[in-house]
């Protein structure tokens, strides 16, 4: 890119050509009004559908927004994309958006608006009681035994976190699945690194993001 991007955004997709693109769309609402320069860097996990013919469509016919698309010949899960991501990358700070469209755009706005206010900005699920029990009470055991075991106050691990792209890159997480955010977030925090909390609302219904690629 001719400018480095403030914020790259790293899009998880397997199977998904029936979101990614609104993904792509909610990320552009989310930002733009922001006037914050960015890409989107979407990872294809050896989808078995459309999801990188879709992506590579919109692509061409919208050669002004700043997306690359990385395909895998086979399926690595979301932790090792992760890594893959940020090393592909090329903004200062990253940031998951999950490709099945679950974050909307004022959760999104919410986030970026406090760049640079902290190490990390965390965000947690304000309206859990709209998911269901399952979900729920898989969420709570997993904080509570982080946090337990790290002697941590963290109220969620596995939403969308705002990074700063080197610090991923120089502690590497070595979890490659759904546990690979909780890692990174544990790490910087034995580090003395900041963090400040933001509550969001995520689309209910939607699958986990800890249970799939």
Not at 43 to 59: H, P, Q
Not at 99 to 128: E, F, V, W
């Amino acid at each position: 890119p001719h400018k480095i991007p403030e914020v790259s955004f790293f899009v998880p997709c397997y199977n998904e050509e029936k979101n990614v693109i609104q993904t792509i769309k909610t990320i552009q609402n989310a930002v733009e009004p922001l006037n914050i320069n960015y890409e989107i860097l979407i990872v294809d996990d050896a989808s078995m559908d459309r999801t990188s013919l879709e992506v590579t469509n919109y692509i061409h016919e919208n050669n002004n927004v700043p997306i690359s698309l990385y395909r895998n010949s086979e399926n690595k899960g979301v932790g090792s994309n992760y890594l893959l991501g940020a090393e592909l990358a090329h903004g200062n700070s990253y940031m998951l958006i999950s490709g099945d469209n679950d974050t909307p755009p004022d959760a999104i706005q919410h986030i970026l608006k406090n760049l640079g206010r902290a190490d990390m900005i965390i965000s947690y699920i304000k309206n859990q009681h709209e998911r269901p029990l399952h979900r729920r009470l898989l969420s709570a055991f997993f904080v509570g035994m982080i946090n337990i075991i790290n002697g941590n106050r963290i109220r969620y691990y596995t939403g969308p976190v705002l990074h700063q792209r080197e610090m991923i890159l120089k502690w590497k997480p070595t979890t490659r699945g759904p546990g690979y955010q909780a890692e990174i977030i544990c790490e910087r925090l034995r580090r003395g690194f900041s963090y400040m909390e933001v509550g969001i609302s995520c689309i209910p219904n939607k699958k986990s993001s800890m249970l799939s690629v």
